[in-house]
């Protein structure tokens, strides 16, 4: 069985960073991805990492500010999140994604979450 733990939420400032990781257990890092949920909100996709590593995509909204990385070794997903605004408070889960989905944007696409951490930025 596969699990995954995110770690790392806290309340910080706007403009602060903040790195959240999440650890898999019960089977090596297929496609990962992060997703954020706002509250009265949908759960939408934030950064996604293909299953070699090589490829990496983001929303608008992060672009530029957040970076998803990996440790193999350690079973581990990251999510570098740097000049976080309020509009970034959410519960942050990770998610592993679907050996047959289609693309890496979409909650349908991934099969196993995590609990959720919460990211709360004050202005």
């Known amino acids: 069985q596969v699990q995954l733990v995110e770690s790392g939420g806290r309340l910080v400032q706007a403009g602060d960073s903040l790195r959240l990781s999440c650890a898999a257990s019960?089977?090596?890092?297929?496609?990962m991805g992060w997703f954020r949920q706002a509250p009265g909100k949908e759960r939408e996709f934030v950064a996604a990492?293909?299953?070699?590593?090589?490829?990496?995509y983001y929303a608008n909204s992060v672009k530029g500010r957040f970076t998803i990385s990996r440790d193999s070794a350690k079973n581990t997903v990251y999510l570098q999140m740097n000049s976080l605004k309020p509009e970034d408070t959410a519960v942050y889960y990770c998610?592993?994604?679907?050996?047959?989905?289609?693309?890496?944007?979409?909650?349908?696409?991934?099969?196993?979450w995590g609990q959720g951490t919460q990211v709360t930025v004050s202005s």
């Open positions: 019960g089977s090596s890092i297929n496609g």
């Open positions: 990492l293909s299953r070699g590593g090589f490829s990496t």
């Open positions: 998610a592993r994604r679907r050996a047959d989905g289609l693309t890496y944007y979409y909650t349908r696409d991934y099969e196993y």
